[in-house]
């Protein structure tokens, strides 16, 4: 709990007062995942669910599509502690499927074939994608 004042008694006195607030007010997880979260929360409790926001969607400065589709990846989801996967889930939030993992190159392939039969060169050839100043953000 933050310190919020030197005498214990004026401190337990205003914890008490910020949680009658807010019971979020002191959350273990970080202020900007709570700010966003509530929102989302507050979206739900205005219209009784929550809207399809897409990308580029902002919210006072905040993209908050964009924030919303990252909660929703499963090695997002995974490292949430169990109250922040429980809030998303009562706003109708629910992780993306993680994807099935690509099958393996036969044995029969060699060098740099192995493995890149199947995907397309992009604008720039074959080793263009991921490269720094492409614009990826992956």
């Known amino acids: 709990m933050l310190c919020l004042a030197a005498d ?6 205003r ?16 202020l900007d995942w709570q700010r966003h979260y509530r929102v989302l929360a507050d ?12 990308p580029g969607v902002i919210f006072d400065g905040d993209d908050i599509g964009k924030w919303l ?3 929703k990846r ?22 993306n499927q993680a994807p ?9 392939a060699k ?3 192995q493995g890149t039969a199947s995907v397309p060169a992009g604008p ?9 100043g492409s614009g990826c953000s992956w």
């Open 8 to 13: 214990p008694d004026r401190a337990a006195v």
């Open 15 to 30: 914890a008490a007062q910020l949680t009658a607030i807010d019971k979020d007010w002191d959350c273990p997880w970080p």
């Open 43 to 54: 979206l739900v409790d205005a219209d009784g669910q929550l809207p399809d926001i897409a």
């Open 69 to 71: 589709q990252q909660q």
């Open 74 to 95: 499963a090695a997002f989801w995974a490292r949430f502690l169990p109250e922040q996967q429980e809030r998303l889930t009562k706003l109708g939030v629910k992780p």
């Open 100 to 108: 099935t993992p690509a099958p393996a190159a036969s044995r029969g």
């Open 111 to 113: 060098g740099s074939e």
């Open 124 to 132: 720039g050839g074959p080793h263009a994608v991921g490269r720094a």
